[in-house]
């Protein structure tokens, strides 16, 4: 048979050289194997989705003629309007004063970060993301061809003009472009940035001239101690008002109602809603209806309680993980202990490889988890993984840590 494997090659862009497969995408195949305990993907539990709500929210629209045919047909870009007013006083809750004209419903908040890296990046400027950080963010901002520099606002005092520098040395003409970040319970550690940090990034921002990307997909899932106001609601107080911010905040209804009607959200300045509509518009014209008009439903009637149901839940399986790692794990190895979110990030001695590791305990321990390299924008952090206990039940994560313990060992 004839191959043809190469024909494209040397038609691509030079950018698709740079998109890559998601090593988490690829290992949640594994969630098919019924032998296999996965502590790989942040998948929500579809046990803690609104299944009836959803199914008796979507027979109603579809029942009512009218409701239907808006549900089928084009709609505005911008997202329906009474979910962007659910949005904006969401966002008013959370010390974000706004309107609807503040708001742009995107296809999840990975549509988000694709849109503003397109709308931001030019080839070699550079965006500043913590080390690791969320691989989705790299894979949506790398298509733009960035180049990236260390966040650390819990670090040493940041020195904006060796920012400024290493971003004009790398290539003529470039720059820093914004500063990305995980605030609450990040993806992949877990670690929530404290006030003083999130003070230090709009430092930083300032003197340098940028945007600040919050990705905010965990903020809901506190589980215990203080809520810390987000950066955009920080930055908000400082200008005087959104519309003078410069803190893009991407939201989602991704960890709390459903992962699968791919609803998110961007608050920030209306200069800056008003040009990603043009994004919007150019790339999928706009979000389905009727999957904005069940969200909408949801999020009037069952938000808070499913929150609230979530947040028990994964508080529940957190702890047992936390105390299987506490229990099985040799000397040696560490771990985070998050306050919320989906995550726990373990780190290993030097020598140890977690790729090495991951093919070792799939086919040895029957055990999944995702490595941490493909979270380090510079290939770094060999040694570190991420488990996740959203999926997870009592047993499998004691015999699942229990068993990794012992390879390690």
Same mark, same amino acid.
């Given at each position: ?28 195949k594994l969630l098919d194997q019924p032998d296999i305990i @996965? ?34 047909? /084009? ?6 309007? %009474? ?50 950080? /969320? ?19 819990? %670090? *040493?005092?940041?020195?904006? *003009? ?7 040395? &790398? ?23 404290? &006030? ?43 200008? %005087? $008002?959104?519309? *003078?911010?410069?803190?893009? /905040? ?9 992962? $699968? ?12 809603? @008003? ?11 706009? @979000? ?54 989906? &995550? ?58 229990? *068993? ?6």
């Amino acid at each position: 048979m004839q191959q043809h494997s190469n024909l494209w090659e040397p038609r691509y862009a030079r950018r698709a050289e740079r998109m890559s497969g998601s090593e988490i995408r690829e290992l949640l195949k594994l969630l098919d194997q019924p032998d296999i305990i @996965s502590f790989a993907g942040g998948i929500p539990d579809p046990a803690l989705f609104p299944e009836a709500e959803a199914r008796s929210t979507g027979a109603e629209i579809m029942a009512d003629p009218k409701r239907a045919r808006a549900a089928l047909q /084009y709609a505005v870009s911008e997202g329906d309007p %009474g979910l962007r007013s659910w949005i904006t006083a969401h966002m008013t809750g959370l010390g974000v004063p706004c309107d609807i004209d503040n708001i742009l419903v995107t296809s999840g908040s990975q549509q988000a970060l694709d849109f503003l890296g397109r709308m931001l990046l030019t080839p070699g400027d550079t965006a500043l993301v913590r080390w690791p950080t /969320y691989l989705g963010a790299l894979q949506a901002f790398n298509a733009y061809e960035p180049r990236y520099d260390r966040l650390d606002p819990e %670090g *040493a005092n940041i020195d904006a *003009a060796d920012y400024a520098a290493a971003a004009g040395d &790398f290539a003529p003409g470039a720059s820093v472009k914004f500063a990305y970040a995980v605030p609450d319970f990040a993806n992949p550690t877990g670690a929530t940035m404290t &006030f003083g940090a999130r003070e230090k990034t709009l430092d930083l921002a300032t003197k340098l001239d940028i945007a600040v990307i919050e990705d905010a997909a965990y903020t809901a899932l506190r589980y215990e101690g203080e809520a810390i106001p987000s950066i955009l609601a920080i930055d908000v107080a400082r200008a %005087g $008002g959104i519309n *003078a911010s410069r803190v893009i /905040y991407c939201g989602t209804f991704s960890k709390t109602l459903s992962p $699968g009607l791919r609803v998110g959200w961007i608050c920030a300045s209306k200069a800056l809603i @008003s040009r990603l509509v043009l994004v919007k518009q150019a790339s999928d014209l706009n @979000s389905p209806p009727l999957n904005q008009m069940i969200i909408h439903r949801l999020a009037e009637t069952v938000f808070d309680a499913k929150v609230e149901e979530a947040r028990g839940e994964y508080r529940r399986r957190r702890d047992l993980m936390l105390a299987a790692l506490e229990r099985y794990m040799p000397t040696g190895v560490t771990w985070t202990e998050p306050e919320g979110g989906l &995550f726990i990030w373990v780190s290993f001695p030097e020598k140890v490889d977690t790729k090495l590791l991951l093919e070792r305990s799939v086919a040895d321990a029957k055990v999944a988890f995702v490595p941490g390299r493909a979270f380090h924008a510079d290939g770094s952090g060999g040694n570190t993984a991420r488990f996740s206990f959203s999926l997870a039940n009592a047993t499998q994560i004691d015999r699942g840590i229990k *068993a990794l313990a012992k390879l390690i060992s």
